[in-house]
C-alpha cells in the first residue's frame, strides 16, 4: 500500500507539472487559461469494466466481381512422394524416391512415416512401398 501511495504521489506532481507547462504555453499564444483543481492523491480503487455490447451494422454487399483464377499452388513434398508410390504397382523403394524427388534419405523416411500414420500407403519389404 505504501508503494501504491508513493506511486500516485508523484504521478500527481508529474501531472501537476505538465499543467503548468499547458497553461505557460497557452498564455504565451493568447489565449484565457481557467484556473484547474489540483487532483487529490487520494487511494484509487480499480473497477470492472465492462465490455459495451456489440451492435450490428447493416452492411452493404459489394458488387460481385468476376471469379479470379486462382494461382496454382505447389504439391506439397507428402503429395509427391505419395503419387511417385501410387505409380508402382509392384512398390518402390527409398533410393528410387530419393532419385525422382531428389530429396535425402531423412526427408524420405519422414514423408514415408507420416504416409504410413495416414493409412495410404504400405510396406511390402523393408525399403519398399507400395499405396495401400
Given at each position: 500500500?505504501?508503494?501504491?501511495?508513493?506511486d500516485?504521489?508523484?504521478i500527481?506532481?508529474?501531472l501537476n507539472g505538465?499543467?503548468?507547462?499547458v497553461?505557460?504555453l497557452?498564455?504565451?499564444?493568447?489565449?484565457?487559461t481557467?484556473?484547474?483543481?489540483?487532483?487529490?492523491a487520494?487511494?484509487?480503487k480499480?473497477?470492472?469494466?465492462?465490455?459495451?455490447?456489440v451492435?450490428?451494422?447493416?452492411?452493404?454487399?459489394?458488387?460481385?466481381?468476376?471469379?479470379?483464377?486462382?494461382?496454382?499452388?505447389?504439391?506439397?513434398a507428402?503429395?509427391?512422394?505419395?503419387?511417385?508410390?501410387?505409380?508402382?504397382?509392384?512398390?518402390?523403394d527409398?533410393?528410387?524416391?530419393?532419385?525422382?524427388t531428389g530429396y535425402?534419405?531423412?526427408?524420405?523416411?519422414?514423408?514415408?512415416?507420416?504416409?504410413?500414420?495416414q493409412?495410404?500407403?504400405?510396406?511390402?519389404?523393408?525399403?519398399?512401398?507400395v499405396?495401400?
Open positions: 500500500m505504501k508503494k501504491l501511495k508513493k500516485l504521489e508523484a500527481s506532481k508529474t505538465l499543467v503548468q507547462k497553461q505557460q497557452q498564455e504565451q499564444i493568447g489565449e484565457e481557467k484556473p484547474t483543481k489540483k487532483p487529490k487520494k487511494a484509487v480499480k473497477k470492472a469494466v465492462k465490455k459495451a455490447p451492435k450490428k451494422v447493416a452492411v452493404k454487399k459489394a458488387p460481385v466481381k468476376k471469379a479470379v483464377p486462382k494461382k496454382a499452388t505447389q504439391a506439397t507428402v503429395d509427391t512422394v505419395f503419387t511417385i508410390i501410387k505409380r508402382y504397382k509392384k512398390g518402390i527409398t533410393a528410387a524416391l530419393m532419385e525422382k535425402n534419405q531423412r526427408k524420405i523416411s519422414n514423408l514415408v512415416f507420416k504416409l504410413r500414420k493409412g495410404k500407403i504400405k510396406s511390402v519389404d523393408k525399403g519398399v512401398y499405396k495401400a
